[in-house]
């Protein structure tokens, strides 16, 4: 089994912590260790550190080789350009096949957290041994616990069998972000799981479905193949990657593939995506306010106050996001924390890139 953590995201739902030059999966938000440390460990009872690859932006290359001094270098896949998760694991493919044809592929996003790592680690070896018949690919779904608007979803068919005491379905459908009203429906049903993004295949199996479905990446990721390990390859992943479309592997591959089956797991997820994310793992005062600051916090009610570097004080707000980061200060109304990648676009257009 083969271990491909993607770590190439900006994290802007973060700012103004994460920027471009350091994005929230290479920060400490859960104690001393940051989310990419902590997505390796909890991999460390499963495989070793050689069978480990981490794709990335170029310009993160040398952040993953100081966080993970134990990962090989040569376990660094850089892209020279984001292009969405269909190229980042069709890259790694390529790396894991040249080693091992029929290999196992765990796929896992390097900023989510998870409570229960033994029943983490369980879990992927349940999908580990069905992925090795060659015959399916694996994702993992979380099942719900509130009507979550900033998930996608994936619709729980029938039990398919079972493996290392967990219950395995056919994944029926997958389902995009959904409205309010649509994810209470999601949640009554019992049916629909939480789209972890984590997937678990055959490196064999999944580089027939990337042939048979995206045949623009086929081809870049042939070329990329051929020049692998020698001089040409950055060249030509630079200029493979300046063609490609951004796609998803959940649009251009699962949405489409009939042999996709899904493990319900009930470890302790969540897509740390959002301050408000984050904020569920934080213990609030008695008024519901998490406060990562020093202050006086008069007739504040539910609201999420980062500033470790400054003394607030706050009067008659309630359910706001208020996040200092020295050189930059966001406000914004708990709801809409989903919306900040609006903000950072409009920093952008504006010029002020020094805070990006």
């Known amino acids: 089994m083969y271990g491909v953590i ?31 440390q902590l997505t ?5 009872g499963l495989l070793e550190p050689a069978n480990v690859y981490v794709v990335t932006d170029e310009v993160y290359r040398d952040l ?33 096949i040249r ?22 680690r369980r879990v992927l070896k349940a999908g580990g041994e069905v992925a090795q018949e060659g015959e399916w690919v694996l994702t993992i779904g ?102 490609l479309d951004s796609i998803s592997v959940d649009y251009g591959i699962m949405e489409k593939c009939d042999g996709v089956l899904v493990i319900p797991a009930t470890f302790g997820w969540d897509d740390i995506g959002s301050w408000t994310a984050l904020g569920r793992y934080r213990k609030p005062d008695q008024q519901g306010n998490v406060l990562e600051t020093r202050g006086v916090f008069l007739d504040t009610q539910d609201c999420l106050v980062y500033a470790p570097h400054r003394i607030v004080a706050t009067l008659g707000v309630k359910d706001l996001l208020i996040v200092d980061n020295r050189d930059s200060l966001l406000i914004c109304q708990k709801g809409r924390d989903q919306e900040i990648r ?15």
């Not at 993953?64 to 850089?78: A, G, M, R, Y």
């Not at 080693?99 to 983490?120: C, I, K, S, T």
């Not at 920093?347 to 890139?353: D, I, M, V």
Request: hydrophobic share 35%.
């Open 64 to 96: 993953v080789k100081d966080q993970l001094p134990e990962l090989p270098v040569e376990n660094i896949i850089c892209e020279p350009c984001g292009r969405d998760t269909a190229a980042a694991v069709g890259l790694a493919v390529e790396h894991v």
């Open 142 to 243: 979380i099942r719900p616990s509130r009507p979550e608007t900033g998930y996608g979803y994936i619709q729980q068919g029938k039990q398919a069998g079972e493996r290392q005491g967990t219950a395995i379905f056919r994944a029926v459908a997958f389902n995009e972000k959904p409205d309010q009203n649509k994810a209470m429906e999601y949640l009554s049903s019992g049916d629909y799981l939480w789209n972890s993004g984590m997937f678990i295949w055959r490196v064999d199996l999944i580089r027939k479905l990337i042939t048979r479905f995206l045949p623009e990446l086929d081809e870049g990721l042939v070329r990329i193949a051929d020049s692998i390990g020698n001089e040409e390859e950055q060249r030509v992943t630079t200029e493979v990657y300046q063609n």
């Open 342 to 356: 609006k903000v950072v676009e409009t920093l952008r257009q504006a010029g002020y890139n020094e805070v990006l």
């Open 99 to 120: 080693r091992d044809p029929q290999g196992v592929m765990v796929v896992l996003p390097a900023d989510h957290y998870v409570a229960d790592v033994e029943e983490f």
């Open 6 to 36: 993607l770590a190439g995201g900006t994290g802007e739902r973060f700012w103004p912590l994460s920027r471009r030059q350091n994005p929230k999966q290479f920060l400490p938000l859960f104690g001393q260790r940051t989310m990419l």
């Open 40 to 44: 390796m460990d909890k991999i460390k």
